[in-house]
Structures are given as structure tokens and as C-alpha cells.
């Protein structure tokens, strides 16, 4: 059974960072794609990050392009994102997914973890 167990999330000022972390279980890691999609209040949600875990190409939003980087560390089967200069506008849930392919559009990914709270303030 496929587990996706996010971690890092919290509160933190504008202009702060944070690095949200995404440990995969029962996933065969290295064939597929994972991602990082957040889903504010009210809106739909939107992939921010992804990575094709065998080529290691990498997509984002052009929203965060150049603040946040995703990784991967494929012996520990764990995901990353790492976020630098966070605006308010970088408040959401943030979940990690996990699929067949990058999509940008969250319905074609298959596995999703529970989610964690990001929130910055001004």
C-alpha cells in the first residue's frame, strides 16, 4: 500500500523559508512522478512543483519559479521542496503526490498524502 507522509510545514514571516519534506512507502521510487500541489481556501488545486524521479527533469509554477526547489533523495524514498522568499500568497495546504506522469492537472495523479499547513504572514 502506497503512503505519502508530508512533514515541515508551519508558520513563518515573509521573506522566510521552509522546507517541506515527503516520505514515500510501498512506491516503487525512481519509475514515475512526484510532485508537490497546495490548494489554498476557495481555490482549486494547483501543482506547484513535480519531478520525474528516473530522468530527474523537473517542472514549476511559473508563480514560484525560483524561489522553491524540489528534490529528491531516491535511497531514503523521500521528496523535498525547499521554499525561499515566501509571500503571503504561498499560504495553502500543501500536499506531495505521486503518479505516472507530471501532470499539471491534479485528477491524473494517483496517490496523495494528508497534507501540511503553510501559512506566512506579512
Known amino acids: 500500500q502506497v503512503q505519502l507522509v508530508e512533514s515541515g510545514g508551519g508558520s513563518v514571516q515573509a521573506g522566510g523559508s521552509l522546507r517541506l519534506s515527503c516520505a514515500a512507502s510501498g512506491y516503487t521510487y525512481g519509475s514515475s512522478c512526484m510532485g508537490w500541489f497546495r490548494q489554498a481556501p476557495g481555490k482549486e488545486r494547483e501543482r506547484v512543483a513535480a519531478?520525474?524521479?528516473?530522468?530527474?527533469?523537473?517542472y514549476y509554477a511559473d508563480s514560484v519559479k525560483g524561489r522553491f526547489t524540489i528534490s529528491q533523495n531516491s535511497a531514503k524514498n523521500t521528496l523535498y521542496l525547499q521554499m525561499n522568499s515566501l509571500k503571503p500568497e504561498d499560504t495553502a495546504m500543501y500536499y506531495c503526490?505521486?503518479?505516472?506522469?507530471?501532470?499539471?492537472?491534479?485528477?491524473?495523479?494517483?496517490?496523495w498524502g494528508q497534507g501540511t499547513q503553510v501559512t506566512v504572514s506579512s
Open positions: 503526490a505521486a503518479g505516472g506522469g507530471c501532470y499539471n492537472d491534479y485528477r491524473f495523479w494517483t496517490y
Open positions: 519531478i520525474n524521479t528516473g530522468a530527474g527533469s523537473t
